[in-house]
């Protein structure tokens, strides 16, 4: 599956990403704006921004923006549906 360079810049990314300082919501660390800014596309795959719902879905969480905070796509993949 191939990731593209830059994560959806859509109205909700940007204020996900501005309230969070760019930086995960589950381990803290910073995020890489777009995949130019690491020296692998492995490391893109790992570090890049993604959405995670607060409370899963799978427990009843909406897509709401509420429910939604930006983490790096293995730090929400560890996290799987535990809320």
Known sequence: MSQS???PYTE???SLWEAQEGCCALCGLAMPKDRFELTHATLW???RPTFDHIRPKAAG???RADN???AHAAC???KGARG
């Open 5 to 7: 360079f830059a994560p």
């Open 12 to 14: 909700l990314f940007r």
């Open 45 to 47: 795959k790992k570090q």
């Open 61 to 63: 969480g909406s897509d």
């Open 68 to 70: 939604l905070q930006l």
């Open 76 to 78: 929400n993949k560890r």
